[in-house]
């Protein structure tokens, strides 16, 4: 047998014990997808939400007690969480008041709320269609980074919290004038300063 049909018919068995793939499906052979993506939505509505909505509490009373305390690290630990140290602080509040402002022209949508407590003053609150930040994500204590041990998808997983938050306002309409209440988070480094940017877990009225 010739040197070049001993080459085609070694190539062909080997080629017939392969199976050609797509390169999406071979990077999800190589990276499988975290399970936790797929329980997204599941973790807002059954823990994110509810868990901040029941430990939230009324901003001024919270931001006093930060105040309070002996230097800032002390104040998260005593009323806020951090997974890492070298992540901010994120705490959870509530906040009720006046709607004295709507910028919904922008993908990073806001609206400024007046407190009915004089000390806190206007309070930004995200409404989308997008969030920015990841603080519902960092904000809760049942998963971290080490769960996903890839930048990417926690980052993604980060974005698909967002998006469950964002589909609960679908229903609300927020006018200049109204009052309202909001159940939320923020984080912060240092001493939070106003305004506050608050990234909504439930609004009423």
Known sequence: MSTRMMLAVT??????????????RLAELKNPPNPNMARAAALFDRHIAPEA?????????????????????????????????????????QVSGVITGVNSQ??????????????????????GPTFRGTDLRDSYRGLSYGDFNDQNLFGDFGKAINQQAIAKLANHTFKPGDSVKVYGVFSAFDQPQPPLLLTPVGIGQ
Request: proline share 3%.
């Open 53 to 93: 909505i029941a430990s939230a509490k009324p901003l001024g009373a919270l931001l006093r007690q930060i105040g309070q305390a002996k230097d800032f690290a002390d104040a998260c630990r005593l009323y806020g969480y951090r997974s890492q140290d070298e992540n901010p602080c994120v705490f959870t509040a």
């Open 11 to 24: 190539a062909s068995l080997l080629l017939g014990g392969c199976r050609i793939v797509s390169q999406q």
């Open 106 to 127: 922008s993908r990073n949508g806001q609206m400024v709320v007046k407190s009915d407590d004089d000390s806190v003053g206007e309070v930004k609150v995200q409404i």
